[in-house]
């Protein structure tokens, strides 16, 4: 009897440990299970190239280290020089294919969104629509078609038109700015372009007033400086996550997480005012509420709420803070490179210039019936955007079903990225590749007048603000070889020292030596479109 006793008190003592055991031995063999479906649905890109990886986290190491020294897309394009054309790398055991042929690429996101066979990635979205909340940008389908078909109207080519005596006025202040700067006038470019940039999205989008002097009665100032650093934190949050860290970590009592919250409400207070304007002014009478300025009343955020039911205001603060980030790194950093890049060839600068003479003896200033003759300023932007892409790496797609890339078969589930800069020197599409060569986008020969121009994306989902980024770049580097000679304060390192937050952007915020010029005939001023 005792015997039978101690038996059954040494079974029940047990079963704790064996609970344990089997626990451990079922979730092993649930991951194991997993391991072996997701190697066998990938085991056709085992063939591809792929840079030493860890053996269980695969490439996610690399990729996190990468993001926190700010240097992705230099990762990715040494990758791509190591490796090839075409290469996968493994967060864990999920695949990404990288490409770096221009043409490929283009025909990759064109080919395969027309027919569905691409999309935007899950994770991408995921992280696109944690930035503040549900955005254009992180939708895809129907979601995604209401939101675009809300905003195109405002971005087209034909509505920039109205625009440009906006965009003059915030280039006029650079140059304002740059005349008064005190001998030698050494000014750091980049912020400087940020302001220019951040002040006409600004002023599009929120309605405040380009003109720094004028208050802005619907909401709180725009101060640069606090603005910009918000949206850069949330920006960089957003690569992070893209990249494999998870969401769940901005709850955790980190530095990282601190900031993004901190960089969260003064967002949230900052927009949400004139938010709450634009939706009163779409659920009442106009003329019941405060008086506003035309800035204001005329701004897309009116426009969108009044004629876009499905937007609340969660949803309008978040696509603003989108708009935000997206008009104001892209264009302001491609100036800072396409000004040091011309500091270094003086062949360029000095046509550009040539060019911009002309114009303004012709017709005396500059509008956007004379921007039609500066294809030359425009080409130089465009060249720029190929040798410093700086929105690289901050987009993937995910195969919905199995398909075919430069005759390599791609399973379902697969991610699609690109490295940018190693497309952007690709030499069979462009010729001399590492030279500054601007005239290869107006040449109209068979070779060249294909040349892809992918910076902006391609496809239904090109770029919303191509148009207005292209007409901010031309306008203020032609006021700049109007007005100025200057030279790069720290040479060429300027040009090589790079960072990447969510963009790519000088480390050293290029500071140039500007020189007024000293033949300059007496200048007219802009023009009111």
């Known amino acids: 009897m005792l015997q039978d006793i101690t038996t059954e008190i040494a079974y029940f003592d047990s079963l704790p440990y064996l609970a344990t055991v089997l626990g451990v031995t079922s979730i092993a063999g ?186 802005s009665p619907e909401g709180p100032p725009l101060e640069v400086s606090k603005l910009y650093e918000a949206m850069s934190v949330v920006g960089y949050r957003f690569l992070r996550q893209a990249t494999g860290e998870k969401i769940w970590m901005k709850y955790l009592p980190s530095k990282n997480s601190q900031d993004y919250w901190a960089a969260r409400r003064y967002l949230e207070e900052f927009l949400t005012p004139r938010v709450d304007l634009a939706l009163r002014f779409r659920e009442q009478n106009k003329t019941d509420l405060p008086q506003v300025s035309s800035w204001f009343s005329e701004s897309m955020l009116v426009k969108i709420a009044a004629k876009e039911p499905k937007y609340n205001r969660d949803t309008l603060i978040a696509e603003c803070v989108e708009l935000l980030i997206a008009g104001t790194d892209t264009t302001a950093h491609t100036l800072s490179f396409a000004v040091g890049e011309l500091s270094f060839n003086q062949r360029v600068f000095q046509q550009a210039r040539d060019i911009v003479d002309q114009v303004w003896q012709s017709k005396g200033l500059i509008n956007t019936e004379s921007l039609k003759e500066l294809a030359y300023i425009s080409a130089i932007i465009k060249e720029t955007l190929r040798l410093y892409s700086v929105a690289s790496g901050s987009t993937s797609l995910e195969a919905q079903r199995d398909t075919l890339i430069d005759g390599k078969a791609i399973p379902r589930g697969t991610r699609i990225a690109w490295s940018m800069l190693a497309a952007g020197r690709d030499p069979e599409v462009y010729a001399n590749p590492e030279e500054f060569l601007p005239e290869r986008w107006l040449d109209k020969s068979k070779e060249n007048s294909s040349l892809p121009m992918i910076d902006f994306g391609s496809g239904p989902h090109r770029c919303l603000g191509e148009h207005l980024s292209m007409l901010e770049g031309t306008m203020m580097l032609a006021l700049l070889l109007r007005n100025f000679d200057w030279e790069l304060v720290k040479g060429r390192s300027s040009l090589e020292q790079l960072q990447q937050n969510l963009l790519i952007y000088p480390s050293d915020k290029m500071p140039v030596r500007f020189k007024l010029r000293n033949s300059l005939p007496q200048q007219k001023p802009i023009s009111k479109v």
């Open 30 to 215: 649930i991951i194991g299970w997993r391991w072996w479906k997701q190697n066998n649905t990938y085991k056709s890109l085992r063939s591809l190239p792929s840079p030493p990886q860890h053996w269980l986290l695969g490439n996610l190491p690399q990729l996190l280290a990468a993001v926190k020294q700010k240097k992705l897309f230099q990762q990715m394009f040494d990758w791509s020089q190591e490796l090839g054309p075409m290469y996968v790398i493994w967060k864990v055991n999920q695949p990404a294919v990288i490409l770096s042929k221009a043409k490929v690429i283009e025909d990759t996101i064109v080919n395969g969104m027309k027919d569905g066979t691409l999309i935007r990635s899950e994770q991408l979205r995921k992280a696109w629509n944690d930035v503040s909340g549900p955005i254009l940008l992180g939708e895809t389908g129907a979601e995604w078609q209401w939101r675009r078909k809300a905003w195109n109207p405002e971005f087209s080519s034909s509505s920039l038109t109205k625009y440009a005596e906006i965009i003059s006025e915030a280039c006029e202040q650079v140059i304002a700015t740059l005349k008064e700067a005190p001998p030698p006038k050494e000014v750091q470019v980049d912020p400087l372009f940020v302001e220019l940039t951040m002040r006409v999205i600004s002023c599009l989008v929120l309605g405040i007033p380009v003109d720094r002097k004028i208050a």
